[in-house]
């Protein structure tokens, strides 16, 4: 393989190698990304900071109304203890489980704390 060092005009060092070794080096890097990615993702879990959802649940979270819905029931809460715990009015909250409205992102970062989740899980599909 030839390799070429030279300088820019600029005087900034520079290196010409083949195309396919810069895309194994590039291949090399993005692999090394993911298995960081990973690292960090397996921590997570591991610290109870992540949770991982089996199959039945993404059923049920397919069957949902809402991802607020599914959530609520993961976590066992009626409707009154999460209106409580996240200082919504029930009937607010109920409109929203059923997709009968979206709320503000108050509502959903309340909501999210609430259920120890982040926003992006509550707020549904377009």
Known sequence: ????????????????????????????????????????????????????????????LRAAPTPLAFWRGKRGLSAAQLARHAGVPEERLGAVERGESIGDVQLYRRLARALGVEIEDLVPEP
Do not use: H, N, S, Y
């Open 1 to 60: 393989m030839t390799i070429v060092r030279t300088r820019t005009p600029a005087g900034e060092a520079t290196v010409i190698l083949p195309e396919a070794e810069f895309e194994r080096q590039r291949d090399l890097a993005e692999e090394a990304a993911d298995a960081r990615t990973l690292v960090a993702a397996l921590a997570r879990l591991q610290a109870g900071e992540e949770e991982l959802l089996g199959g039945d649940d993404l059923d049920a």
